[in-house]
């Protein structure tokens, strides 16, 4: 896995986290990229939150049939970092880089959009784009940094 961020401290973090186990209910994309935001922010780098609803990832091995599920991972600087998988689960599924992602949401950039809308946007959608931002902020991620903060 190569990354591009110049921050030494936070590439050691992210390749600290990659080589951590993949549970998926207890330390998923999900956590992880918590995770990493955490820290580029702590250390003043741009990160943003991206999640995706439908993701498709392909296994190498026997039975070759790809799973489907949501699945989140960072831009920071402007560049993806996806540990979701560690390197033994990269050997039976695909590399992270492989994971095919359709229709991802930056939450953090959509959060700063939703306070910039104009009145003259339909209200439906205005009222669409806040409940999903709700639910994922609320029911998804909301849950996951309390019980890493305790």
């Known amino acids: 896995?190569?990354?591009?961020?110049?921050?030494?401290?936070?590439?050691?973090?992210?390749d600290e986290v990659y080589h951590t186990p993949y549970l998926?209910?207890?330390?998923?994309c999900m956590h992880k990229s918590i995770k990493i935001v955490e820290k580029?922010?702590?250390?003043g780098l741009v990160a943003n939150l991206v999640f995706?609803?439908?993701?498709?990832v392909p296994r190498h091995t026997f039975p070759y049939l790809p799973i489907i599920l949501p699945h989140c991972y960072v831009m920071l600087?402007?560049?993806?970092?996806?540990?979701?998988?560690d390197p033994d689960m990269e050997q039976i599924w695909c590399k992270n880089s492989?994971?095919?992602?359709?229709?991802?949401l930056d939450i953090s950039e959509t959060r700063?959009?939703?306070?910039?809308?104009?009145?003259?946007?339909?209200?439906?959608i205005t009222l669409g784009k806040l409940t999903l931002?709700?639910?994922?902020?609320?029911?998804l991620i909301s849950p996951l940094l309390r019980k890493q903060n305790t």
């Open 133 to 139: 931002i709700w639910i994922i902020e609320n029911i």
């Open 98 to 104: 492989e994971v095919i992602c359709i229709a991802p």
């Open 24 to 28: 998926l209910f207890t330390n998923n």
């Open 112 to 124: 700063r959009a939703i306070h910039h809308i104009s009145l003259k946007e339909n209200t439906l």
């Open 40 to 43: 580029a922010r702590g250390l």
């Open 1 to 14: 896995m190569e990354i591009v961020v110049e921050n030494t401290k936070m590439k050691e973090f992210i």
């Open 77 to 85: 600087e402007r560049e993806q970092v996806n540990v979701a998988q």
């Open 52 to 56: 995706t609803p439908i993701s498709i």
